[in-house]
């Protein structure tokens, strides 16, 4: 019933889950999507299941309103990749992340930066949604219908990483092993530049054209990191190898 269109971005997603895992960006929460490639109104992700345990059955087809005939439980925050695959129509990887390297930038006023080449995609500032802008002090810091989607897409714009404050990320790509690799950098430039503060109190970030420079470099380099962590996995398989 899937395309071979299809059934590829599946295996995708369910090799992206387990690398993410492996690469300490997702634990027992967090989640990743892939755009549906022929339907691009709708997106594949896991059923409400930890990423580590997620199979090619698990993967539910959600249409941007958040529903689906799954019947099957789904991710509480799935709205927040509906609302950024609505807003961002390059979009067609979302990564949601709790990493605890992330967080203290959410929650000082120090800005996440580029500092580290292999993060330039970060560029100047990467945006902080701050929760109670939208609903208050009283929120469980949880992206729980679309209307907080929305206003997370907006906070997310045209960038490629957004801060949740004190709650996590999301990083967005052009396809999976993008999506995977800005999660993947984005929490080692965090660790980086906290170290960083930590020796001097102070650092030297990239600049704009150096971080752009470098992100355009790394993008001409994503299958070797793809196909490294895949296999760190152990998740090497031939293309359709499990139909
Ligand atoms: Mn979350």
Redesign the pocket.
């Given at each position: 019933m899937h395309t071979d269109a299809a059934l590829d971005a599946i295996h995708d997603l369910v090799d992206a889950n387990h690398v993410l895992v492996r690469r300490e960006i997702l634990d027992a929460?967090?989640h990743v999507s892939v755009r549906h490639p022929e339907s691009p109104e709708t997106f594949l992700i896991s059923r409400n299941l930890a990423p580590g345990l997620v199979t090619d059955h698990d993967i539910q087809v959600t249409a941007l309103d958040g529903t689906t005939t799954d019947m099957r439980p789904s991710y509480l925050?799935r709205f927040?990749h509906a609302e950024i695959y609505r807003a961002r129509p390059d979009v067609h990887a979302v990564v949601?992340s709790?990493s605890a390297s992330m967080v203290p930038f959410s929650i000082s006023r120090t800005p996440l930066r580029a500092v580290w080449h292999m993060a330039g995609f970060l560029g100047d500032a990467v945006p902080v949604f701050e929760i109670r802008d939208t609903v208050g002090a009283g929120s469980d810091?949880?992206?729980r219908d679309a209307a907080l989607g929305a206003r997370l897409a907006d906070v997310l714009g045209d960038t490629a990483v957004a801060l949740?404050r004190g709650?996590?990320f999301v990083a967005v790509g052009g396809s999976v092993p993008q999506a995977v690799a800005r999660a993947v950098y984005a929490d080692l430039n965090a660790r980086a530049q906290a170290t960083a503060i930590q020796l001097l109190g102070d650092y030297t970030a990239l600049t704009i054209e150096e971080g752009e420079a470098a992100a355009e470099a790394n993008d001409g380099q994503l299958g070797r990191a793809w196909e490294t962590w895949r296999a760190e996995a152990g998740r090497s398989r031939t293309r359709r190898a499990c139909e």
């Open positions: 929460f967090g925050e927040l949601h709790h810091l949880l992206i949740m709650h996590g």
